[in-house]
């Protein structure tokens, strides 16, 4: 993981998102299997036909240490592309974390490993393996435009991407997005006169 992405591994994603305008946020049905789980680092891109996982195998060989492999499942849901064995391999490759706009299976497997995934669903049926997919090309995942090398940052409220070249601003701006929002919450809370205090001050008498 480059150390710029580092940076970003417990910023939250809210206050990611608000450093970039609401914008390069991930379908809200992408979410962590479990709410622990968090990732930052560099997205390694896979596109992939709907239902087949082979691209996935691929990009989990290809794929450095640290890096979070983002596959374009064309949001189907009908066959799972990775299981609890898949992920182990990308476990044991040493990837950070996956996240599929797609389906899985063997949840609790998956969550007993203890290794960040991402994704849209959970089926029952298992992948075909027809056809090699394509790596490292920009993809569309959730939605969102994604370019091998953006950081993909991901917690409990969803998946967001820092588009490459662009992360000393968006870490810049989410730091000092987070101690603003700091300073609101010591200022007005803890009493109903500091809560009252700033609805009036946003409300006026609207």
Known sequence: MSSVAEKFLGLPTTGISDA???????????????DSFKIAGRAFT????????????????DAKPGDVLVVDGKGYTERA???????????????QGIVIDGAIRDIQGIRDLDFPVFCRAS???????AAPGELQIPI???????????IIVGDADGVIV???????????????????????QEQYTGSKEKALHYL???????
């Open 200 to 206: 009036l001050s946003v409300l006026g008498d609207k």
């Open 81 to 95: 592309v990775a299981g609890d064995f898949v992920i182990s391999l990308a476990q044991n490759m040493g990837l």
């Open 20 to 34: 970039l305008k609401g914008y390069n946020h991930m379908n809200t049905a992408i979410k962590p299997l479990k």
């Open 123 to 129: 089926t029952i049926a298992a992948s075909a393996k």
């Open 162 to 184: 820092v588009p490459s070249g662009k992360e000393e601003e968006i870490l810049a701006a989410t730091i000092e997005k987070l101690k603003k929002d700091q300073q609101r």
């Open 46 to 61: 896979v596109s992939i036909p709907a239902g087949d996982n082979t691209g996935i195998l691929r990009g989990i060989r």
């Open 140 to 150: 569309s995942c959730g939605g969102v435009s994604v370019s091998p090398g953006d």
